[in-house]
């Protein structure tokens, strides 16, 4: 029996640390291990017809970290692009981003940049990762964005959502259906907060590392069980 499909799946990537501590490993080695499970989980949404995967890879807040960490986040982006490209250009996948690139160290900048270069024409799944991304800071940036093209005169009505939408760095994707957290933590962490507004919420107790896409299955069979209601009620 087939389920409904989200659209478009959001996902906060926790528990890497604690995946390594479990294990007397460096925290770089839980790091290195959820690298190679976005490929695992990728390829799991594709197969299910999901449209849009939009993954929680370095938020702002992620430079408070210690030096040594953030050096080591800085270098995965590699690591991850050239093990599975190839496997990501047969499956059709599309590598795009949100956030600020331009904080990064130019050879994580170039080698995201060149990805998403070499997959742009890509038709199936589109793989967004939110690099460096704040949730207020996309809201503010956006009503920057709206007030530069109001006082050139670009646009005169007064905002309406619909219009702010329009103004965000997921402008081009299609609302967000489902937000899974792993590693049971419940809080959004300054992630995509305008976006999932009516998005359903899904939080395992499983760290990123060991999130396998059997589990990833199950949450999207948890969401097409769910009655989505926006607001309104559902008389059936």
């Given amino acids: ?49 999901v449209k849009v995967l939009t993954l929680y890879a370095f938020s702002t807040e992620n430079w408070k970290r210690p030096i040594e960490e953030v050096n080591y986040l800085m270098g995965l982006p590699a690591i991850f692009i050239n093990k599975f490209l190839k496997e990501l ?38 793989l967004v990762f939110a690099m460096n991304y704040g949730g207020r800071k996309d809201i503010v940036d956006g009503i920057n964005r709206y007030l530069e093209d109001y006082t050139s005169g670009k646009v005169t009505e007064k ?17 967000i259906d489902l937000m899974i957290r792993t590693s049971l933590d419940y ?5 995509l907060l305008w976006q999932l507004s009516y998005a359903e919420l899904y939080f395992t107790a499983t760290h990123w ?13 948890d969401f097409a069980s769910r009655s989505r209601r926006f607001g309104g009620l559902n008389e059936n």
Avoid: C
Wanted: charged share 30%; no cysteine; proline share 5%.
């Fill in 187 to 191: 809080r959004l962490s300054n992630f």
């Fill in 89 to 126: 250009m047969e499956k059709g996948i599309k590598i795009e981003s949100i956030g600020d690139l331009s904080a990064f160290p130019d050879s994580t900048r170039k080698v995201l940049l060149e990805a998403m270069e070499k997959t742009k024409n890509n038709n199936n799944m589109t």
């Fill in 159 to 175: 905002m309406t959502e619909e219009m702010f939408n329009g103004y965000l760095s997921t402008a081009k994707y299609p609302e």
């Fill in 209 to 221: 590392p060991d999130f396998t896409p059997e589990e990833f299955e199950k949450a999207v069979t």
């Fill in 1 to 49: 029996m087939s389920i409904k499909v989200p659209e478009h799946i959001a996902i906060i990537m926790d528990g890497n640390g604690r995946w390594a501590k479990e294990r007397n490993l460096p925290r770089s080695a839980g790091h290195y291990q959820g690298t190679d499970n976005v490929r695992n989980i990728a390829i799991k949404a594709n197969e299910m017809g």
